[in-house]
């Protein structure tokens, strides 16, 4: 006999039946991820004729700048919410002297790709000098071989200055210097370019999941970034690297990679009051269409749940390799 108050005495509780039709899933989804929301990572290269395959991404390539365009216009068709530009130079050095050469390969398609596209996209570079320095690290390197972050700083306004130049609308510092973005801010402002937005790599993990992008970029780099990148370790120092930022004047900041760190993307979701981003690196690209060509793994379905979660997560914003093709998808 049940008692009045009994869990026993009271119906059963059926959460399955707002899964019963695709209607009624569709109907009570928390979230959806729109193209709008996504932002297409492109590389291009100095010197190609022809579009270069990236071995370690496959169907992804180093553009020329003339395949570069037509990239960046289906992305536009799509109603993608932007682009984000890494230049391949032919030449590097110590400095880094590529990446605020007017005629430099990043600076070259920011016009290009801006002329393209117009207003269809938000038009974003990568503001980083590890793609134009020999020795292959994010910023300039002091007398004791270590990457100097005051000196750095003065390379970041420079390039910001650069890219602004070429027309971009919102660049993204990534070196994880100390005070990047507001040397990038106080540059744009004292050269008048208030508008140019900063997309802010705030929470950026020395990870293993860049791997397959050091040779899309052709990363000239020996060792490792863990005295500036972030230790996978810590969650609570990637909110206070957001906080940061915003107080220095992010107009977006961003977690990298995603998946790994969803945890931060959530804690950074609900510690600033900005746009979040977060970056689907090319390790997580790469792990699942190796397992795709497999045949281990529905392809589709795994990059869609992929981009659902990290949204679900926090993520207003998110850079994928896949944003063309999740577009049509969820088209
Ligand atoms: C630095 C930069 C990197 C990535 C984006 N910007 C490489 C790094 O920090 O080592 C990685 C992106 C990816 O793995 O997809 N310019």
Redesign the pocket.
């Known amino acids: 006999m049940t008692q009045p108050g009994d869990p026993l005495s009271l119906p059963l509780v059926r959460p399955r039946r707002l899964r019963t039709t695709a209607a009624m899933r569709r109907l009570v989804a928390e979230t959806a991820v729109a193209p709008r929301q996504l932002v297409l ?1 492109v590389f291009v290269r100095e010197g190609l004729s022809e579009p270069r395959p990236i071995g370690s991404m496959p169907g992804v390539v180093q553009h020329t700048r003339s395949s570069l365009l037509k990239a960046v216009a289906e992305a536009a068709e799509l109603g993608l919410g932007g682009v984000m530009l ?1 230049g391949i130079p032919a030449e590097k050095d110590a400095i880094g002297t590529g990446a605020t050469d007017p005629s430099g390969i990043l600076n070259l398609a920011i016009t290009d790709v801006v002329a393209e596209v117009g207003d269809a996209l938000t038009v974003m570079s ?1 503001l ?4 134009f320095t020999d020795h292959g690290h ?1 910023g300039v390197l002091g007398t004791d071989g270590r990457v100097d972050n005051d000196q750095t700083l003065q390379r970041y306004a420079e390039m910001a200055l650069a890219q602004a130049a070429a027309g971009i609308d919102m660049v ?1 510092p ?3 210097m100390d005070g990047q973005v507001r040397a990038v801010r106080e540059a744009l402002d004292a050269a008048g370019h208030v508008e140019v937005s900063i997309l802010a ?1 705030s929470a ?1 993990y ?2 293993a ?6 040779e ?2 052709d ?1 000239s ?1 020996e060792g490792d ?1 863990r005295t500036y ?1 972030q230790d996978p370790a810590n969650a609570r120092e990637g909110v206070r690297e957001a906080v940061l930022d915003v107080a220095e004047g992010a107009d977006v900041v961003m977690v ?2 995603a998946l790994g760190y969803l945890d931060v993307v959530r804690a950074v979701r609900d510690a600033v009051p900005v746009p979040v981003a977060a ?7 790469s792990m699942l269409e190796a397992a795709a060509a497999h045949g281990w793994i529905d392809r589709e379905a795994a990059i869609l749940e992929t981009l659902t979660s990290i949204h679900r997560a926090g993520a207003d914003v998110i ?1 994928t ?1 896949w944003a063309s093709e999740a577009a049509r998808l969820i088209r």
Not at 209 to 214: K, L, N, Q, V
Not at 279 to 285: A, D, R
Request: hydrophobic letters at 30%; charged letters at 20%.
């Open positions: 990572p890494f990568d980083c000098l590890d793609e994010c993204g990534s070196g994880m790599y950026k020395a990870s999941f860049f791997g397959p992008f050091r899309a970029v990363s780099l970034r990148q990298k990679p970056y689907n690196v090319s390790g997580e690209y850079l390799y």
